[in-house]
């Protein structure tokens, strides 16, 4: 079993940064795909950016595509979300999410078998 604990959330102002972390304790996930989600209320979960092991390829949708890059520290079992250029329609709870076996940067959340708690994203006008 995998757990996973994200940090980093809270309210920014429009145009502003965040820095997620998430890390994860237990059986270890560092050397499969991790990746971050987001949900925003009456909304589906929607991928963020994913990232493979090794730490060389990543995935960003369109979605935050050049505002978001994902990255993670294989001694720290962790995974960081930096978001910058941030709007109001980024408010979400944001998830980090770790696969089983898989090592390419997984887009689909079904790829995914560990999820965090989340963290709450509000990014105010």
């Known amino acids: 079993q995998v757990r996973l604990v994200e940090s980093g959330g809270g309210l920014v102002q429009a145009g502003g940064s965040l820095r997620l972390s998430c890390v994860a304790s237990?059986?270890?996930?560092?050397?499969?795909?991790m990746g971050w989600f987001r949900q925003a209320p009456g909304k589906e979960r929607e991928l963020v950016g994913a990232?493979?092991?090794?730490?060389?390829?990543?995935y960003y949708p369109d979605v935050l595509k050049g505002r978001a890059t994902i990255s993670r520290e294989k001694d720290k079992n962790a995974v960081y979300l930096q978001m910058n250029s941030l709007k109001p329609e980024d408010t979400a709870v944001y998830y980090c999410?770790?696969?089983?076996?898989?090592?390419?940067?997984?887009?689909?959340?079904?790829?995914?078998?560990?999820w965090g708690q989340g963290t709450q994203v509000t990014v105010s006008s």
């Open positions: 999410a770790a696969a089983r076996t898989i090592t390419y940067p997984a887009h689909y959340d079904y790829e995914y078998a560990y």
């Open positions: 990232i493979g092991w090794p730490a060389t390829s990543t």
């Open positions: 237990g059986r270890t996930a560092s050397t499969a795909a």
